[in-house]
């Protein structure tokens, strides 16, 4: 009798143990769903990649600009020494012009 018994609460114990390991079982392939659902409906990864696409985009349009800031000092450059030249011109026609005049007296 005492086999017995002890034969019917081993076969209780892992008749509750297969059930309970099918529960978890159940539970995480549920919880997986849930999750697979609510990054389905909050549409993450579409949203990650766009911002990928964008900052890519940005990132370019970075360094295109920066490359035309140089463009622009070179050509900052390049227009402050004309001016100069421009000046000394003046300077110079002014007084050929003088000279014109103190000529022409």
């Avoid at 297969?18 to 529960?23: A, H, K, P, T, Y």
């Avoid at 919880?31 to 659902?37: D, K, M, R």
């Amino acid at each position: 009798m005492a086999s017995a018994s002890s034969t019917s609460a081993r076969n209780l114990f892992q008749d509750s143990k297969r059930r309970l390991s099918e529960r978890v079982q159940v539970n995480v392939n549920n919880l997986g769903s849930i999750v697979h659902q609510v990054q389905r409906g909050s549409k993450s990864n579409e949203m990650i990649q766009q911002s990928a696409k964008h900052f890519c985009q940005t990132e370019s349009t970075m360094e295109n600009s920066f490359n035309n800031l140089q463009k622009m000092q070179v050509l900052l450059a390049q227009m402050s020494h004309q001016q100069q030249t421009i000046k000394s011109s003046i300077k110079g026609i002014e007084e050929v012009q003088e000279q014109i005049r103190d000529m022409q007296r």
